[in-house]
């Protein structure tokens, strides 16, 4: 096999596990997935050896890519019994990113690629489902135009506002079919750059794909996490599952245990009739575990026994990304969770009482885990409570009030303590989470990939903010009737999950009953020898 050849996931025939330095993380654990029998949607991979060449703009390497899609898609095609850019019977993809390393909302993703003013109609004749289509070229034209023409969000979010306005409705979800053309023939006039194409479509996306590796976040975060010396991203096509297919189908993100403390529970994000980027984004605020096993208890059931095969098979704690459609569960992607140390030593002690891993490797992964931000920490004395927002990481945190990750990291600078307020936190934001002791916004998912990244930094975060309006321009915010300065103290506890005013005292304690356990292993390992 060529190096720059596609590799293949979840179509017939032998399933065959993927190298992650070769095929990237998610492709490879995707490869893991399809061999446990999991569902799986078929997909291909182009390698991450292709990236630099790609993004260096080198000839060979830009054919090397166009060869690959071609003969990815031809065995797509087979294995769907669709076709790419049929008018009758459209097959659609999503293009995702893929390092050898996971990196969480870093990268680029473009979904439903292969649509145009004739491909939406088969959809409509394929699905007997006008409001899917309509729905699913929206979302393309918007992602494709932000992701790949770098056309800035705010003015599709601007046209999406208005629509809301002129059809007088809650929100983009209720906008019917009739609207959601209108809004789309809006979008086709911000992005009249978007090719017909849809193969030329599915070139530009991968291309912005491998560029996303050299984009500012992507860079900061291996800055951040020492990872300077990995070889670019892969990308991974894979057929389109329709989690906004209606009220029978979603999308989600679910942790094997409580990424916070470690509690053995599926900690479930869960979004009715969307697609995963609604979760991931942390632009909405999803249900839990509870509102998927009502509304779709077959469902819920098989993301619990497909969850805890991941977890044993992959003998870590495990973050899950699904989609339902119309009832059918499908996994496209699980990794190692990022949780906070606090969760990593609970992790471990269970781990080792369930026969997960044994003593010696608990202890290996032990050394790994930096104490100083397991410790528990609380706020000394009580405050009067001025609101409430969803707990994504745990802890406590004092700091001036910053509305935007420059003047966060300028605060920082002088050595004090900073809360990042915002109203959404995406991973554009990394550089000010980097530096910020706490972060609140208004709207948020406890999954999102900023909250992860979060949690894997040890900073304390609280999601969807009850009553929180942030005006960045102005540098303020407002919490209700409570007016908020930037600079002026606030005091976020990610274990009750409420907000108050003022500077408060913290008290830290070690998590003593963890550091016990621990020390009995060091000792049983050392009197086997």
């Known amino acids: 096999m060529s190096d720059f050849a596609p590799r293949f996931i979840g179509l017939p025939g032998p399933c065959v596990e993927l190298d992650p330095g070769v095929a990237g993380s998610k492709a490879a654990e995707l490869s893991r997935i399809a061999k446990l029998g999991l569902d799986v949607p078929p997909a291909f991979v182009l390698p991450t050896a292709l990236c ?41 993809v999503s293009v995702r990113s893929g390092a050898a390393v996971s990196m969480p ?11 145009n003013q004739e491909t939406v109609r088969g959809v409509i004749r394929q699905t007997g489902n006008p409001r899917l289509a309509w729905d699913c070229y929206c979302r393309f034209l918007r992602m494709f135009s932000e992701v790949v023409g770098n056309e800035p969000a705010e003015a599709f979010s601007a046209s999406v506002e208005e629509m809301i306005r002129t059809e007088n409705v809650a929100d983009e979800s209720e906008l019917d079919p009739e609207a959601l053309e209108r809004l789309a023939d809006q979008f086709a006039t911000l992005a009249p750059d978007v090719p017909h194409d849809p193969f030329e479509q599915l070139k530009a996306a991968a291309h912005a794909v491998y ?42 993100v679910a942790f094997t245990r409580n990424p916070a403390t470690g509690a053995r529970e599926l900690y479930v994000d869960f979004l009715v009739d969307a697609q995963g980027e609604d979760v991931v984004s942390g632009r909405r605020i999803p249900s839990d575990a509870g509102l998927l096993a009502a509304r779709l208890p077959q469902a819920a059931e098989a993301l619990s026994q497909g969850a805890a095969r991941l977890e044993r098979e992959f003998r870590d704690v495990q973050d899950v990304e699904f989609t339902i459609e119309n009832g059918r569960l499908y996994f496209l992607q699980t990794r190692s969770a990022k949780r906070t140390a606090r969760a990593a030593l609970r992790v471990l002690i269970d781990f080792v009482a369930e026969g997960i891993i044994d003593r010696k490797t608990a202890l290996a992964r032990f050394a790994a885990i930096d104490l100083k931000c397991a410790s528990i920490t609380r706020f000394a004395g009580d405050a009067a409570s001025i609101a409430s927002a969803v707990a994504a990481a745990p802890g406590v945190a004092s700091g001036r009030a910053a509305f935007d990750s420059a003047r966060a990291k300028e605060i920082a600078a002088d050595g004090v303590p900073v809360v990042l307020v915002t109203h959404d936190i995406t991973t554009e934001n990394i550089d000010g989470m980097a530096v910020a002791d706490g972060l609140l916004t208004a709207v948020g998912a406890r999954t999102a990939h900023a909250a992860v990244v979060a949690r894997q930094m040890g900073k304390v975060c609280l999601v969807g903010c009850d009553g929180l309006k942030v005006d960045t321009p102005r540098r303020r915010a407002a919490i209700g009737e409570i007016s908020l300065n930037e600079g002026d103290w606030l005091s976020l506890d990610g274990n009750t999950g409420t907000v108050s005013l003022g500077r408060r005292e913290i008290i830290s304690e070690p998590p003593a009953a963890e550091l016990a356990e621990i020390d009995s292993w060091r000792q049983a390992v050392a009197d086997r020898r």
């Open 52 to 92: 630099a060449a790609v993004n260096r703009g080198e000839l060979d390497a830009l054919d090397a890519m166009a060869t690959g899609l071609r003969d990815g898609m031809t065995r797509l095609e087979e294995a769907t019994g669709r076709r790419f850019g049929d008018e009758r019977s459209p097959l659609l």
């Open 105 to 115: 909302g870093m990268l680029s993703t473009v979904l439903d690629v292969g649509l």
């Open 211 to 252: 560029l996303s590796w050299e984009g500012a976040r992507a860079r900061a975060y291996r800055r951040i996490n020492g990872l300077d010396h990995l070889e670019g991203t892969a990308v991974t096509v894979q057929a389109m599952v329709f989690g906004n297919a209606g009220f029978d189908s979603g999308a989600g």
